[in-house]
Structure formats: structure tokens, C-alpha cells
């Protein structure tokens, strides 16, 4: 059955890490006792009745990449330090936060360390390392918090269709235990397979068009309203979607249409699939994250649904998840996303549970990324901890007021600010030292006065927020002016006045969820997925610009996932 809940909001994915017990005891390294914890909220959301204990002296890290001491001792400020007073310390006191948030109930963490200790994981599309980037992230918060955890085993079996987020990938040394990255899911279907992928979608087109067209005909003679014969059309899309699926999973079933090997980036060979992989498939409890391609839209900007080709990729999807069987899956889209497809195919294996549209700001975060989410737990090998509406009702213990504003994201070292600036003022012809604001073409000072004009503006600057400005877009036509920052935008310049200064490009990147700075990671002792400057140009921006989901919301999501649930097999089940 399918649960669908329409009022949480959040967005997360998560895949998995090779060796992450490793990384986590170099963390354990950059971390010392510091005398005053992170302040953590007295009460939970939706559970008035549990109350903040005293908290132990939390863990802080040590502060690395200062420069020479001043005469008092005190070490000298640095851009990597300045990064770290902005972004960093906004990164980590949230994540302390949700992490104390999941100590305060034992069964959780019983059912955590329960579940790390075997965990295999592989994803599809996450986008830049997205998933396991977020698993870090929320597993050394809850080793600062306190929590010991088991030596774990994970391996990553990865699948992106973009080149630039493969290289980001295999570049990135914290992935360093990553068993293999696969290219685009079409790879997995045989040719001749494809080729009947291509003849099942041309008749059903055809099909569709000429229905289509006699139902537009129809509704035009019964003087029907353009809203109502739209609106037929959109129930008729949806219908032959269904259809063309049924088709492909049909064709999917034949008799050496889907592989069992791969092109694999790592290895450079034909490697298993994750349903032939014995390791992974040897592994206690699997989990599977994926970012799926986003719906087609016509020329017209009608939504296509499954009709047009994303549709091939989900048919693939969910025949690999038919194959490989995890007992757990999370499934991230775009908001319009319509779940329902994946109840006729994984219904009978797994239990289906929409959990609506998330969003990081609904978790403390402020960076707007709306997805749709939809949990997937296998019946045979799963036992929920609590009720399913208990299940659902659980990620509200994760609600956060957003303590930080917009301009935690403008993170970027001074080396490249001033970057920034000197090629603005060459293109300009004026001088080095030049404000961002004269830089700026007229059309945009003009929209920056615009929006400082607003209401809204004066009201957020009057309560001591930063704001982020879209000033490629009129405020009087398409305003966006608020303290939460959008995800990355291909046709954008985001102005802050609380900066002075746009953000730059990899600031945005940022905000997607996946940090980019190298200071950042070298912090952590990892080499982080830090682009090269070859990769930020328009048309590979343009490419990676819906490929990346969110750290935050992926994070909590698979913490939530791993604390909640159990292995039907586990001893301590039958106690």
C-alpha cells in the first residue's frame, strides 16, 4: 500500500561509504573537550513532555589552517578561518543539535548502532556525493554527541549520468572506499533492449497524440472551457503513462534485456551490478538513495509524466530495485512527482510511504530545496520500531527553527572574493579596490534600490537578517528577496547587502547541500568535492544544476530511516 503524508517537508538522500569508520577516527583526531556545550532546544517539537538534561561538555574542534599568532598569542585570522566563523560553525552546530536530538531516546540509538554495523549502501543520481557526504555528516555528530558506534563495513556503488559529477567523485579522496561508479542507467538495458524501449514509446505517442487531439477536438465542440479540456488531456497523459511503464517493465523482463555488468568509472571494466555484487549483496542491512530524473516537460511546458523519456530511466530504476531487493530505499524528485507509479511494480515487496514534499528550512537550515520523498521498506526483512504513522509522524522530532540567515553562504576564502572583484574591474576598466555594487551593470544597481525599497526588505534588514536578491529578476515582475537562500539558479546573480557583494557561483553550489570549499574539507582532514575552475563555466553549471540533493535533508532522512527500523532476522527481535 501506498501512505502518502502531506505535512511534513523536508529533503534528504543518503547512500553509503567504504570505510567511513576510518574517517570518522581521523575526526575523532581534530576534536578536543571544550568547556561550554552548543546550546540545544528544551523541548521537541510535537513532544512537549520530553525535557533537555544537563548535557555532558560537548566535543569542539580544533581549529586548523590559522596563521601566525599576534603578539597575545592568539592565532591571526585567516580566510580559511573567517570561512570557518561563517559556514562551519553553522554546519556543525546543527548537526550537533539534530544529533543530541537522536541520543535523548535510546531505542534509537540501540536500533542505530544496530543497523551501522553491516550497512551496505548504493545510489543513484545523488549528485556530487551528496549522500555520502551527508552520511559523514550526521554519523561524526553523533560521535561528538557522544554516541560510541560500531565498526562498520560500507561499500558505495554509485550511478550518475553527468561526466562532471563522476570526476568530482572519483577525485574526492573521502570516497576513497567507493566500489563503484556506474554512468547513466541506460547502460544496464541491453541495445536490442533500448531499441524496443524507443519502438514501444513512438506507437504510444502516436497514440497519445492523436487521442489527445480528438479529446481537444471534442471538448472545442461542446464548448467546453480550455480549463476543462486541459485538464481531460492531463488525465489522459497520465493514463498512457501508466501504460508505456507497464510496457517497459514488460520489455525489461525479457531474456537478456537487463545486464548483470556495467561500464565501471573506477575500475575501467565491466563491473557487476549491485544485484550481482556479492559483497554488497552479503551485507546485513542494504539501503539504496536516489535522486530520480526529473519529469519531462513538452515545448508548450506541459508536464509529459512518465510519457516522455525520464520515464525509461524510472522503468530502469525499478527494475534494479526488483533485482536487488535493499531493505531499505529513499526516493527523492521534483515536488510534482506522483508516487502512485511505484505501487502496481514494488507494492507486493516493499511497504510504499509518501512523505511528502521536504525542505531544509522546516529542519534549521536555510537553503530552500522543496522535493518529494518517498520511503520504501522491504516487508520481508523489516520490522518498524514503532507504527507507521509513528514512522511518519517521527520526523517532526527533527523540526528546527532556522537560527541562521543567508549570509552563513557567503563562505568564500578572501583570495576569492578579491578574484572575483579584479576581473569585474578589468571587464569594467576601473580600479582594484572598486565596491561590488559600481560593478554591477546599471540594470542591476537599479533592481538592488528596487529591492531595498520593498517592505518586506526593510522588515528583514529592521529584524537583523540578511538578504539574498535575485537581481536578474525584477522585484515588480518575479521578485526573490528573502532571508532563506534558493538552490542554485543557471540565470541568476544573488546580491546580499549584508555582504555588499554577490555570491559566487560555488556559493551556490553550497547552497544545493554539498559544501565546495576546499578550506572546509581540508578541515575535516578529508580533500573535499571541490570543483576545478573548468567546471564552473555556464553550460556545466547549467548541467549540474538540478544534480545535487540536499545534505541536510538527505542526512536526517537516512538517521531517521537507520534509527527506526530493524532486521526481522536480529536476535534481539525475538526477545
Known sequence: MLLRVSFLPCSLQVASFSRAISCIKQLRNLWCLAPAPVPVPTTVPGEAAWRQPTPAPLLRRVRFGRGATSGSGAPDPTPASQFCDHFEK????????????????????????????????????????????????????????????????????????????????????ALSGLGHLYQDLKHRVSPAGLAKFEQVRAAMDREWTSTSEWVLAQGAAASSTAREAKAIQKDITASFGHRLMQQYVAVLGEDGVFQDF????????????????????????????????????????????????????????????????????????????????????????????????????????????????????????????????????????????????????????????????????????????????????GTQQVRVANYRGLPKVQKMKADGKAVAMNIDQAPDAMEYASAICPTLLTRSTLWSDWGLRPYLP??????????????????????????????????????????????????????????????????????
Not at 550497512?119 to 556525493?129: A, C, E, I, R
Not at 551556490?508 to 571541490?530: A, R, T
Request: charged share 20%.
Open 90 to 173: 553553522a554546519l556543525w552546530t546543527w548537526n550537533k543539535i539534530s544529533a543530541h536530538k537522536v541520543l535523548r531516546l535510546i531505542q534509537k540509538r540501540e536500533c542505530l548502532q544496530a543497523n551501522l554495523n553491516g550497512l551496505g549502501t548504493s545510489s543513484d543520481y545523488s549528485g556530487m556525493g551528496c549522500q555520502e557526504m551527508a552520511l559523514l555528516l550526521v554519523l561524526t555528530g553523533l560521535v561528538s554527541a557522544g554516541l560510541h558506534l560500531p565498526e562498520p563495513v560500507y561499500i558505495s556503488s554509485v550511478c550518475d549520468v553527468q561526466r562532471h559529477c563522476r570526476e568530482v567523485l572519483l577525485e574526492n579522496t
Open 262 to 441: 556495467a561500464p565501471c568509472g573506477k575500475h575501467f571494466k565491466r563491473c557487476p551490478l549491485p544485484h550481482r555484487d556479492q559483497y554488497y549483496q552479503g551485507m546485513r542491512l542494504k539501503m539504496h538513495v536516489a535522486g530520480t530524473t526529473c519529469l519531462d516537460y513538452s515545448s508548450m511546458g506541459l508536464s509529459r509524466k512518465e510519457m516522455g523519456e525520464s520515464g525509461a530511466i524510472l522503468a530502469i530504476w525499478i527494475k534494479q530495485r526488483l533485482l536487488s531487493l535493499e531493505d531499505a530505499v529513499i526516493q527523492e524528485c521534483t515536488p510534482r512527482f506522483d508516487p502512485t507509479v511505484f505501487q502496481e511494480f514494488l507494492g507486493e515487496e516493499y511497504v510504499i510511504i509518501d512523505m511528502g514534499v521536504l525542505n531544509p528550512p522546516q529542519f534549521g537550515w536555510p537553503a530552500s530545496r522543496p522535493r518529494r520523498y518517498v520511503v520504501f521498506l522491504r516487508k520481508k526483512t523489516l520490522r518498524l520500531a514503532t507504527t507507521v504513522k509513528q514512522f511518519v509522524d517521527g520526523m517532526s522530532f527533527f523540526y528546527e527553527e532556522v537560527h541562521h540567515d543567508s549570509r552563513i553562504f557567503l563562505c568564500a576564502p578572501d583570495e576569492e572574493v578579491e578574484s572575483m572583484r579584479a576581473s569585474l574591474s578589468a571587464k569594467k576598466f576601473c580600479g582594484p579596490s572598486t565596491s561590488f555594487f559600481r560593478l554591477l551593470n
Open 506 to 575: 560555488k556559493e551556490h553550489l553550497v547552497i544545493m547541500g554539498v559544501p565546495q570549499w576546499k578550506p572546509f574539507w581540508e578541515s575535516l582532514g578529508l580533500s573535499g568535492p571541490f570543483f576545478k575552475a573548468s567546471m564552473l563555466c555556464d553550460t556545466k553549471l547549467k548541467s549540474l544544476a538540478g544534480n545535487g540533493m540536499s545534505l541536510i535533508v538527505v542526512g536526517l532522512l537516512q538517521l531517521h530511516v537507520l534509527s527506526s527500523v530493524s532486521k526481522i532476522d536480529n536476535p534481539s527481535e525475538d526477545a
